[in-house]
């Protein structure tokens, strides 16, 4: 029998013996696209089967036509995407899930509403938790100072590069997209998912940055993620608002272990209340002048 033969004869027994990988859905923030996550996607792949469907594409035809049809871009219609793609592009539930920022109130609304096809989630620096959301994007897009809106994403400067400025600001200028941004930021601004938290019941891992520019409420955020019934949290510090870029060997280190049960302690540099307890504490004033003061950039 030639070999070619031979092979299809054992695929019954092949496919028996072949194990799926569990599926991971990352879901992008805001001001971000799936390019995001270029420094964990690889990580990912070699533990999950990992998938990046990209519901909010600012200049594509579907967000368009339902901006055009009178439709608001709100969390709820995120959701509503992705329960489509699931449903009909990956249909193997129950999915682990990461998400950044808004990226997170999309999931933590798909979760309370599909329990049963979810696993466990990973929140990065989720917004909608508890107070305001600093938006140096609308100023930024405004005022056409795209060096503005990316450094104010990352602890340190280094991250916020010529190339990345510059590939926003090409962005910016193509009207569509630039449209597409705006109403999604009319829709989603504001927007909450305090009341959801308690209604989560889904294993869940909350990353912060302790230098989070993005959400004006750190600490109020962390408490607020304490009505999560299965929470865990680590705060990292000096980083910002996307940790999965600036400190991505170690959020690839938390998640992968998360997602696999594997991660039994928090080390206590990661420990959120040491961060609150450092929060809490009276700020020292400062000897010299404002007019002499140096910043801290960390």
Known sequence: MPPNV?????LPRLLHTYKRRMPLVLINGLAE??????ANRIH????????????????GDALHEHIDGGGEVTVDYLADRL??????????????????????????TYAVKYPERVSRLVLICPSGFHGDENLPAMEGVKRSQYDTLVKSVFHKGRFATEDLVKAFER??????????????????VGHSVAELLAHVSHPTLVIWGATDQVLSNVPGSIRAADRILKVRQVVIPKCGHAPQIEKARLVNQLVVRYLKDKLKTIPPALDPERFLENASRPKAKSRFPASLSRPIHG
């Open 171 to 188: 962005k910016f200028q193509d009207r569509k997209w630039k449209k597409g941004v705006l109403r999604t930021l009319r829709g989603t």
């Open 6 to 10: 031979r092979k299809w004869f054992d």
């Open 44 to 59: 990912f792949s070699r533990h999950f089967d990992v998938k990046i469907p990209e519901i909010l594409v600012y200049d």
């Open 83 to 108: 329960a489509v793609y699931l449903e009909q592009f990956v249909q193997r539930p129950p999915y682990h899930f990461v998400g950044s920022s808004l990226g997170c109130q999309v999931i933590l």
């Open 33 to 38: 696209q799936p390019e995001s996550w270029f």
